[in-house]
C-alpha cells in the first residue's frame, strides 16, 4: 500500500486504509497472513480468542514474511498489529486464553501477555475491547485495566467492537481518560449502517472500521448503482463498495483467503469517485 494510503490518528500514529482480517482461518492463518503481507497489506486484525481465531497463527505469518525478505526492508513499525480482549462470555470454555478465575484486571493483563507472545512482539498498536460488558461497573474495570496496559508501553491506544448503542459509546467515550481511538462495527442495514455512531466518530477523531462488509450486504454489490460504476471503472462491485467506504473515512476489514481478491482490495487506491458518484452510493445506505 502506498504511504497515503492510511490515516493518522490525533496522537501521531498511522493506521491503514484497510486491514486484513483473521478470523476462522485456522490452521491457514499463518500462510493467509504472509501473502496478505507479501502483496502489500501492513494492518493485521486479529483476537486472543482461540474460539474464532488462531493468534499464534497470526505471529507465524508475519515471522514468516519478515524472515522472507531481504535486507529487512519492512520492521515492526511499517505494521499496525491490532488485537483484542475478549472477556469470558466470548471465550470458549474449554480454552480460555487466561485464568478465568483471576480478577477482571488480571484477565487483562494476562491476554494483553499472551498476545504479545503470539504475535512476537513487544507492543500492539491497538487493543480492542471484543464487546461491551453489560455490567457498568465490570465495563469501567476492564477498561480501566486496558488504560494501565498503555500506561506501561504495552499498547499504543485502546478501541472497542460490537458497540452499536449510540449512547453506551458515547458514556464510554466521556468517561474513559483515554478515549477509544476505534469503533470496530458490522457494517449491515440491520443498524442503520451506524449512521449515528459514525458521525460522532468523525466528530471526534475516532476511526470507524467496517467488517462483515461483503457479505452482510449482498443487495449493495448487486444494486444497479454499484454495478454502473464497477462497469465505467472496470472494478469488481467488491472493489467499489470497499473504495467508497475509504473515501468516507471507513477502514473496512478483509478477510479474503484468495490472492486475487486479495490484489483487488489492495488495488482500491488506484482510482477514485466523484463527489457525485459517492454521493449515489451514500443514498443506498439510507435507504
Known amino acids: 500500500m502506498k504511504n497515503d494510503d492510511s490515516c493518522v490518528f490525533p496522537n501521531g500514529m498511522r493506521m491503514p486504509r484497510l486491514l486484513y482480517g483473521t478470523a476462522w482461518k485456522k490452521q491457514k492463518t499463518a500462510a493467509c497472513v504472509k501473502l496478505a503481507l507479501s502483496l502489500g497489506f501492513r494492518g493485521i486484525d486479529t483476537a486472543c480468542q482461540p474460539k474464532?481465531?488462531?493468534?499464534?497463527?497470526?505471529?507465524?505469518?508475519?515471522?514468516?514474511?519478515?524472515?522472507?525478505?531481504?535486507?529487512?526492508?519492512?520492521?515492526?513499525s511499517d505494521l499496525y498489529i491490532q488485537t483484542k480482549f475478549t472477556s469470558l462470555s466470548g471465550q470458549d470454555p474449554r480454552q480460555v486464553p487466561y485464568d478465568p478465575r483471576a480478577s477482571l484486571e488480571e484477565q487483562v493483563a494476562q491476554s494483553l501477555q499472551v498476545s504479545l507472545r503470539n504475535l512476537r512482539t513487544t507492543y500492539l498498536d491497538c487493543l480492542v475491547l471484543h464487546s461491551p460488558l453489560e455490567a457498568d461497573a465490570s465495563m469501567q474495570t476492564v477498561w480501566r485495566a486496558m488504560e494501565a496496559l498503555v500506561d506501561q508501553g504495552g499498547v499504543r491506544q485502546l478501541g472497542i467492537s460490537n458497540c452499536y448503542d449510540f449512547s453506551y459509546f458515547e458514556h464510554l467515550y466521556r468517561w474513559a481518560r483515554m478515549k477509544p481511538a476505534v469503533l470496530q462495527n458490522r457494517f449491515y442495514d440491520t443498524t442503520d449502517y451506524d449512521h449515528e455512531?459514525?458521525?460522532?466518530?468523525?466528530?471526534?477523531?475516532?476511526?470507524?472500521?467496517?467488517?462483515?462488509?461483503?457479505?452482510?450486504?449482498p443487495q449493495l454489490l448487486t444494486h444497479d448503482t454499484v454495478k454502473t460504476l464497477a462497469s465505467k471503472y472496470g472494478r469488481t462491485a467488491a472493489q467499489i463498495l470497499f473504495r467508497y467506504l475509504t473515501l468516507e473515512e471507513i477502514v473496512p476489514l478483509t478477510g479474503t483467503q484468495s490472492e486475487?481478491?486479495?490484489?483487488?482490495?489492495?488495488?482500491?487506491?488506484?482510482?477514485?469517485?466523484?463527489?457525485?458518484?459517492?454521493?449515489?452510493?451514500?443514498?443506498?445506505?439510507?435507504?
Not at 458521525?199 to 477523531?205: G, M, S, V
Not at 457525485?276 to 451514500?282: D, I
Request: a negative charge.
Open 260 to 287: 486475487t481478491h486479495m490484489r483487488e482490495d489492495l488495488g482500491i487506491f488506484d482510482f477514485e469517485l466523484t463527489e457525485a458518484e459517492r454521493t449515489s452510493v451514500t443514498a443506498l445506505l439510507q435507504g
Open 197 to 217: 455512531l459514525r458521525a460522532f466518530c468523525r466528530q471526534h477523531q475516532v476511526v470507524y472500521q467496517s467488517f462483515w462488509t461483503l457479505t452482510a450486504n
Open 52 to 76: 474464532h481465531y488462531f493468534e499464534s497463527g497470526v505471529g507465524d505469518g508475519i515471522a514468516n514474511f519478515m524472515n522472507a525478505q531481504s535486507g529487512g526492508a519492512i520492521g515492526r
